[in-house]
């Protein structure tokens, strides 16, 4: 019997598995850098987390304490959290293709959206890359009207992308 995955939060050793995984997730757009992803993880140890199984790092969730109104640049060599922010911003999450049927995403999911209730957010907000604003809109995200700014914002992050909002 296969023990099941655990969820952990996530550490600078984990960054090898976090770039293989993302690489083989992301495939409409470019993977952001690992000193991006480390200038997240710095701002908010907290609030990143990683699942292993059979001892592998086989999934990730990196998530920042946000401004809801103007989501983070794909990318951004460096993460200064808002002095007030009123969202918890997922800011990237992917799971290895071959172990999408444990339920680690779903266990990355349900973590993020217990730290928006344990951090006292209203909302919590996400981009929607390659297509997935069906798997968020079962977790509750809804997409939000998309004005000039919030469409310039979000140009980094390729085509078909939605700019999502769960309101707790």
Known sequence: ???????????????????????????????????????????????????????????????????????????????????????????DMAVLPTARNVGAGKMLVERFIAQVAELNFNCASLVAVQDSKLYWQRYGFQPVPQTTILKAKLISYGANVEYMRRIT
């Open 1 to 91: 019997m296969n023990p099941l995955p655990i969820i952990r939060p996530m550490s600078v050793a984990d960054f090898p598995s976090i770039l293989a995984i993302q690489a083989l997730c992301y495939t409409e757009l470019v993977p952001e850098s690992e000193q991006s992803l480390q200038a997240k993880l710095r701002a908010s140890p907290a609030t990143c987390n990683v699942v292993c199984w059979q001892g592998n790092v086989i999934g990730y969730l990196i998530a920042v304490p946000w401004s809801f109104g103007s989501p983070p640049l794909l990318n951004a060599a460096t993460c200064n959290l808002p002095a007030l922010p009123d969202s918890l911003y997922l800011h």
